[in-house]
């Protein structure tokens, strides 16, 4: 059982597991009100990633690999997620601001 | 296992986080699949047919299991309502605690600087006084 550290690194290595075996990849989520514990766990049942927590914060942060995952599970594994969208987003801004700097 | 719909699968998830606050845990699994075995997919594959892919959602509380599969239509209305659910229990974990610290630390060592600089200034002040006497 692999325990991830980084946050970004278990989202970005948990999508590719996914991305390369969708079809026996699974997301799994447990938590525990008693402990204020929360558990995350990507597996295709030949390779495991896991990440655990009991910070406030990183429940933002599961909700939205959460919604990651479902948006690859409905439309496919090679769906835009809201990830990439969201990075666009970032360059869009980025760049309109670059564009007020030169006027 | 039981198979709900996705909106009774929501009410269940949530007497699930009610009834474990105390003890035990909540597990909830999300996996792709196209809820036909393994034949049938074969079939289908042989046939041409384009395989209609869903999320299957399950949850379970060590005890019962409840499941809900969703398709690409409804999985966003889920998305949201499962996300507000998450929300409202998962309230045991620890907010951030550091940048707390990090608050009171600072007025704290802000005032001790503070002190520490108007000590000498005073200091040098009556030795003047003195000395112009």
């Known amino acids: ?3 991830i550290a980084s946050w970004d690194e278990f989202a970005e290595r948990s999508v590719q597991l996914f991305r390369a075996d969708p079809h026996s990849s699974r997301y799994v989520m447990k938590y525990r009100h008693c402990d204020g514990k929360l558990v995350l766990k990507v597996t295709d049942n030949r390779e495991c990633l896991k990440f655990k927590t009991d910070q406030a914060q990183d429940a933002k942060k ?10 690859l599970m409905v439309r496919g594994p090679d769906a835009d997620i809201s990830e990439a969208s969201g990075k666009e987003q970032v360059e869009q801004v980025a760049s309109k601001k670059g564009r007020g700097r030169r006027q | 296992m039981v ?10 998830l949530t007497s699930m986080f009610e009834r474990s606050t105390e003890k035990g845990s909540v597990w909830v ?3 792709r699949s196209s809820m036909k075995c393994k034949a049938t997919r074969k079939k289908m594959e042989t046939a041409g047919e384009t395989i209609e892919y869903r999320c299957l959602v399950r949850a379970t509380d060590g005890k019962k299991t409840i499941s809900t599969s969703l398709s690409a239509r409804d999985y966003q209305k889920f998305q949201a309502s499962y996300a507000t659910v998450l929300k409202a229990h998962m309230n045991a974990l620890k907010k951030r605690e550091r940048k707390d610290k990090k608050k009171t630390a600072e007025p704290e060592k802000k005032q001790a600087s503070s002190k520490k600089k108007s000590e000498p200034f005073k200091k040098p002040a009556p030795p003047a006084s003195k000395a112009s006497q």
């Not at chain 1, 599961?62 to 948006?71: A, D, H, P, Q």
């Not at chain 2, 198979?3 to 269940?12: R, Y």
């Open chain 1, 1 to 3: 059982m692999v325990y």
């Open chain 1, 62 to 71: 599961m909700e939205k690999l959460t919604n990651i995952f479902f948006t």
């Open chain 2, 3 to 12: 198979l709900l719909q996705p909106d009774p699968f929501l009410n269940e």
């Open chain 2, 29 to 31: 699994t999300l996996k």
